[in-house]
Nanobody, 122 residues
């Protein structure tokens, strides 16, 4: 399993970023795919997950209405579109495979990538 996140950067409050997670080494359509984030000194936090067929999504309350998760089976890639970014969204963002649908606990995910840094600052 290999997951490579990209797309992070520095953005002002209210701005947007789109993160990508390129997957390889497993059958992409067999797994839900999730995004998590971890800020300095804090535990890893669930952000969003998408069903293995892309037919359903689930979000943390803190990002609902601002973030959108999607997946492209032809490219074996999952995306996280982040709009209306806030200072508190600053973190390293990770993607991972879910062992079953709609779980938000990181213990039920594996294959973590190296993460991509998102910094929201004025």
């Amino acid at each position: 399993v290999q997951l490579v996140e990209s797309g992070g950067g520095l953005v002002q409050p209210g701005g947007s970023l789109r993160l990508s997670c390129a997957a390889s080494g497993f059958t992409f359509n067999n797994y839900p795919m999730g995004w998590f984030r971890q800020a300095p000194g804090k535990e890893r936090e669930f952000v969003a997950v998408i069903h293995r067929f892309g037919t359903d999504t689930y979000y943390a309350d803190s990002v609902k209405g601002r973030f959108s998760i999607s997946r492209d089976s032809a490219k074996n890639t999952v995306y996280l579109q982040m709009n209306s970014l806030k200072l508190e969204d600053t973190a390293v963002y990770f993607c991972a495979l879910g062992t079953y649908w709609r779980t938000s606990s990181p213990i039920h995910y594996y294959g973590w990538g190296q993460g991509t840094q998102v910094t929201v600052s004025s």
